[in-house]
């Protein structure tokens, strides 16, 4: 099997599943394990898998050692709970081999409230095949190799949560059903599958994100059949190199369904069209939204294809569609997107939110100390080049109702405020917000960051902030080695996020000037990444800076410029991934227009062996101006990773 690289799990913040991560493949995560649970069981074999799924029961974590586990697995009628899932987790090197290419590698049968995470599937009729079972997870799983689909929801099987995984290889023995995500049963099917040919199969209310598919997925990425309704393909990235037309299987996504919400996905090389809808029995089909879409096609037909004979379908013109010979879509398109708002399907119960418990380090860390620094002068380093990306943008996934602990996942992460003052991890994530500087956003549900030219600030700093800071083992204590992580161990920092004011008065060299995402050393920063826009420039550019481990600052070129109409505009969406790994620190910037831009250095070694921590939110640069001058952000995703 090859290998292949994770996308990251999912985590649950009380109340509301996250939406974090992006489409297309990442590096290695932090413990796939990492879960509260009452009971642990570690199995290394085909035979004690069995047998620990025989016995699971709410709370259990099943744990796979790294192997190869050939067989039949079956779950039937054992279910966790909304409080208590049963997890069954591991690396991706812990395989789950199906005994043969006719028989399904796992089979759920009537289980509810499980967790499959971290590790991979390969050969069977179907990697996961799912009967009866309800608001279950399903996240940075790598599945390929199938005889046929990845993953099969079926049989009234509602509101479970397909995420961050890598899908690949399927359709071996029938290409023409061949899908990576198959939802529901087709109508000709129902006599046979759910007792009678006027009994739709209702798996509703499924939700399709953030993972990655093909170039090998054979029939559809995503199928969703007559039938089913009210889910929603969200963040995917699909790459139909692959599809091989027999089914007429020749787009990423066909939609049979009813009310499904399809946005924010990335597509690249169809047979036919992108995206499509049909009607495949009289009343299927209809009334489903498509949103900032991005379709690279290379293909004769449409980025939207829509049965003519459906109704209520609506293609919005903020999608994107490039390389289409037949154009946008067969149908005139609607100006804005719907409004940023919960999905029309209600939200599953959450998964537990993982808690790693990292390795402390030797050295204590200082208080941080963040660098007044002047207006950059960029460093003649090449301009990085554009190249086509998806935004990782959660699209209908938070509410407006909840504070910000409840629609992310801050178990991880302190919080300062503009008076200087620290909000502890336990106060946060009891519904904290403070007007004017923490809340959520009444209509987007976004976390919104704002913080005054004047105000407080910390024990070695000129300048305000409402700023996260990450804290890796919050019982350990806010000074605790426990908290931080070091280089050689690399990590990853990702946000979606709009920069919606910058400061305007003041000392024309800090005017316009926020520091949205940091790595901090123990006395200095790896990156400070800017956001700058001035009074009189129509948008934004963004750049980073840098320090050595003896404070010697210095700055990289634009990594998104605004001359020439480029630069990103305040309210405009974007997101940002900063990754280092050792000495390698690589940040990427992915524009709502579907762009990545990035830019590499190598930092100083003396960081290595050296405790460092992200820091997220808004770090006002200027501290000049009238009082009620200040800058403001609103994030949409946030997630930090590390092997």
């Known amino acids: ?138 996240t940075g799983l790598a599945l390929e190799g199938f005889g046929r689909r990845a993953i099969h929801l079926r049989r009234n099987s509602t509101y479970n949560d397909v995420s961050y995984n890598d899908i690949d290889d399927t359709g071996r023995a029938s290409p023409g059903h061949g899908e990576g995500v198959y939802v529901g049963t087709y109508a000709g099917d129902w006599d046979e599958v759910m007792g009678s040919s006027s009994k739709p199969d209702r798996s509703d209310g499924n939700k399709v994100r953030y993972n990655s598919f093909g170039p090998e997925v054979r029939a559809e990425a995503v199928d969703l059949r007559e039938g089913t309704g009210n889910g929603a393909v969200v963040g995917n990235a699909f790459d139909g190199a692959g599809l091989s037309g027999e089914n007429h299987a020749d787009s990423w996504v066909d939609v049979r369904g009813n009310g499904y919400l ?39 037909g449409y980025g939207f294809a829509i049965a003519p004979d459906s109704t209520g379908n609506v293609v919005y013109c903020d999608n994107t569609v490039q390389a289409a010979r037949s154009g946008l879509a067969n149908v005139s398109c609607s100006g804005g997107g719907p409004a940023p708002s919960p999905e029309p399907a209600p939200t599953p119960d959450p998964a537990p939110t993982p808690t790693p418990t990292p390795t402390p380090t030797p050295t204590p860390t200082p208080t941080p100390t963040p660098t007044p620094t002047p207006t950059p002068t960029p460093t003649p380093v090449p301009v990085p080049t554009p190249t086509p990306g998806p935004i990782d943008t959660p699209y209908g996934e938070l509410n407006p109702a909840l504070p910000p602990s409840g629609n992310f996942d801050l178990s991880r992460w302190k919080l300062t405020i503009p008076s200087g003052q620290d909000i502890l991890v336990d106060a946060l994530n009891q519904g904290y917000t403070l007007a004017n500087a923490f809340y959520t956003d009444a209509q987007t549900g976004g976390m919104v960051f704002q913080c005054p030219n ?8 000129s300048y305000s902030r409402t700023e996260l800071r990450e804290m890796l083992n919050p019982p350990a204590g806010t000074k ?61 550019r963004i750049y980073s800076g840098h320090d050595t481990i003896s404070n010697q600052n210095s700055y990289s070129p634009d990594i998104v410029g605004n001359k020439d109409g480029g630069g990103i505009a305040l309210g405009e969406t974007f997101s940002y991934e900063i990754k280092l790994l050792g000495t390698k620190l690589t940040t990427t910037i992915r524009t709502q227009d579907g762009k990545a831009y990035t830019y590499t250095r190598t930092i100083d070694s003396g960081y290595l062996g050296q405790n460092v921590y992200f820091k997220a939110g808004v770090y006002n640069q200027n501290n000049t101006g009238q009082s009620d001058d200040y800058v403001k952000a609103m994030f949409f995703a946030l997630r930090q990773t590390h092997p």
């Open 262 to 300: 399809i946005a924010e996905n990335t597509g690249h090389n169809a047979l036919e069209d992108g995206f499509q809808t049909h009607v495949g029995k009289s009343g299927w089909g209809n009334d489903n939204r498509f949103t900032k879409n991005l379709a690279v096609v290379n293909g004769p």
């Open 480 to 540: 605790s080695d426990a908290n931080n992580w070091k280089p050689e161990n690399g990590g990853t920092l990702k946000a979606t996020l709009r920069v919606d004011r910058v400061s305007t008065t003041g000392d024309a060299a800090k005017v316009g000037r926020v520091i949205i995402g940091q790595i901090h050393g123990p006395e200095t920063e790896v990156i400070r990444l800017y956001y700058h826009k001035l009074p009189g420039e129509a948008k934004g």
């Open 1 to 138: 099997m090859k290998r292949i690289t994770t996308l990251g799990f999912l985590s649950a913040a009380a109340g509301a599943l996250l939406a974090c991560g992006s489409a297309g493949a990442q590096e290695d995560v932090a413990d796939p394990c990492a879960y509260p649970h009452d009971r642990e069981v570690t199995v290394h074999n085909a035979t004690t898998l069995k047998e620990a799924l025989a016995g699971a029961s709410p709370g259990t974590l099943i744990r796979l050692r790294p192997g190869t586990y050939e067989g039949q697995f079956k779950v039937s009628s054992r279910s966790g709970s909304a409080d208590k899932p049963i997890v069954l987790c591991g690396p991706r090197e812990a395989v789950l081999k199906g005994s043969s290419p006719d028989r399904n590698a796992l089979y759920l049968y009537k289980a509810n409230h499980w967790v499959l995470s971290g590790f991979s599937f390969t050969r069977g009729r179907n990697g996961i095949l799912a009967d009866y079972s309800n608001r279950n997870v399903f």
């Open 454 to 461: 004047i105000a407080g600030t910390t024990a070695n700093s």
